[in-house]
């Protein structure tokens, strides 16, 4: 694995493109220093050019190295959750971000991933990297190496195994450049945790003007269609689509209802919220895979935390 680093470690520095793992997804590399890496980590990832990408750093006292103004609240988020789930938002350090990582925005997404590999190399490298979901634009996020591979295939010239991602969903993101601290995006920390930690409650921003690809319609799906149903309707809607010839499956919390049509495909249920979120995108791979033509999903309860992160990616697949 060291050599692995190492590798990669030169294929940033060189300006090319690497796959790593981080606890929520894999995410594509680029030197974000190095506007020509990161115009072509665009061009790989079919991504507009106006949609920023987070900057990925391996401690907390980079902060002041990649933005600027650092207020009080991006370092309690920082000292309460990095390495961590958490994207902080902040004014941006003009020298040390290339404009194209932030699509000309003066602010940067900034995130201490918490996964050795990532932190080797992220520590090897010395600067920031720029690095969305290792996945082309609007398709569901990758959680394995093998993901990876199959959509990105020789466009990335290496590819860090770290293994299956521990939380499964994308950074929780916070704004902090406004005069309140904002959510723009629900993930890996919960909302609660975050207010705690800033002894605020913080404004939703999570669609809107500053909106991102992570609130695109139709953003995570796979070509099944995704459909949310009670527990107590997937019988009903089961029974009617496959009647119509289609080929069905279920994803829902544990335990599953009895007494299912045998023909629905029920994917193995996971136990709880947390484990939701790690199988999520996996799931949603293996639908595709199946060929089925529509994936029904149970959401799992209105809690904060994950099971709003999970909620929040099933809709938008649902789309
Ligand atoms: O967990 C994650 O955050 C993963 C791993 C790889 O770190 N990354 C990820 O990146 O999900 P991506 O590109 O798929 O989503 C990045 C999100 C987008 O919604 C984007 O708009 C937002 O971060 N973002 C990045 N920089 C921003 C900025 N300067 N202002 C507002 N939003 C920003
Ligand atoms: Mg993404």
Redesign the pocket.
């Known amino acids: 694995m060291l050599d692995d680093v190492a590798r990669a470690v030169d294929a940033l520095r060189a300006g090319d493109l690497v796959a790593f793992p981080?606890e929520?997804?894999?995410?594509l590399g680029a030197d974000a220093a190095n506007a020509r890496a990161v115009r072509r980590l665009f061009a790989v990832k079919g991504r507009p050019a106006d949609?920023?990408?987070?900057v990925?750093v391996a401690r907390a006292g980079q902060l002041d190295d990649l933005a600027r103004d650092v207020p009080d609240a991006a370092r309690l988020l920082a000292d309460g959750f990095w390495p961590g789930?958490l994207?902080i938002?902040l004014r941006r350090n003009m020298e040390r971000v290339t404009p194209d990582v932030?699509g000309g925005?003066d602010?940067?997404?900034l995130?201490v991933?918490d996964h050795p590999i990532a932190l080797e190399l992220l520590e090897a490298f010395g600067g920031g990297v720029a690095?969305?979901?290792a996945n082309r634009f609007g398709r569901v996020?990758p959680t394995t190496a093998a993901h990876v591979r199959a959509d990105l295939g020789d466009d990335v010239r290496v590819v860090l195994d770290g293994g299956p991602c521990r939380v499964g969903v994308?950074?929780t993101?916070v704004?902090v450049t406004g005069a309140e601290p904002a959510i723009?995006?629900v993930?890996g920390v919960s909302r609660a945790e975050v207010e705690a930690t800033l002894g605020r409650n913080l404004v939703l921003r999570t669609g809107g003007e500053?909106a991102?690809?992570?609130?695109l319609a139709s953003h995570y799906a796979p070509s099944a269609n995704v459909e949310i149903v009670d527990m107590s309707d997937v019988g009903v809607r089961a029974v009617d689509l496959l009647a119509r010839g289609r080929n069905v499956g279920l994803l829902a919390l544990a335990p599953v209802a009895a007494g299912l049509p045998e023909k629905l495909t029920v994917l193995d249920p996971p136990r709880d919220v947390e484990a939701f979120a790690q199988v999520l995108y996996a799931r949603l791979r293996q639908a595709d895979a199946l060929h089925l033509d529509a994936l029904l999903v149970v959401l799992p309860p209105v809690t904060d935390g994950l099971g709003a992160a999970v909620r929040d990616r099933v809709q938008r697949a649902a789309h």
């Not at 929520?24 to 995410?27: E, F, L």
Request: hydrophobic share 25%.
């Open positions: 981080t929520t997804v894999y995410g949609h920023p990408v987070i990925h789930p994207t938002v932030t925005r602010t940067v997404g995130r991933p690095a969305p979901s996020s994308e950074s993101i704004d723009l995006r993930g500053s991102a690809p992570g609130t």
